[in-house]
Nanobody, 117 residues
Framework: QVQQVESGGGLVQAGGSLRLSCAAS????????MGWYRQAPGKQREEIAT???????TYADSVKGRFTISRDNVKSTVYLQMNSLKAEDTAVYYC???????????WGQGTQVTVSS
């Protein structure tokens, strides 16, 4: 059973930065495409960034140019560097493996990011 544990969230002022981490256990991490997702209050969970095992990345338009996804296959960890944060980035952030374009495993507890304006 694969588990993801997200961390690094917190309260930050608009324009600030945070770095999220997601430690994955189980599975074959180095071969897995991993994704970061977020769910704002009253909204559906959305995919915001993905990274393949080889390091190819994709981003949602809402975060492109501000967020950077990366991974450390030795540590089985995926990161999300978030810069120039906006109030609309406030959400619970989750990571998951991506298979056929969809999140594959059960969700972890997520990490709360709150951006004050």
């Amino acid at each position: 059973q694969v588990q993801q544990v997200e961390s690094g969230g917190g309260l930050v002022q608009a324009g600030g930065s945070l770095r999220l981490s997601c430690a994955a256990s189980g599975g074959i991490f180095s071969m897995s495409t991993m994704g970061w997702y977020r769910q704002a209050p009253g909204k559906q969970r959305e995919e915001i960034a993905t990274i393949t095992g080889g390091g190819r990345t994709t981003y949602a338009d809402s975060v492109k140019g501000r967020f950077t996804i990366s991974r450390d296959n030795v540590k089985s960890t995926v990161y999300l560097q978030m810069n120039s944060l906006k109030a609309e980035d406030t959400a619970v952030y989750y990571c998951n493996a991506v298979v056929a374009g969809r999140p594959f495993h059960s969700w972890g507890q997520g990490t709360q990011v709150t951006v004050s304006s």
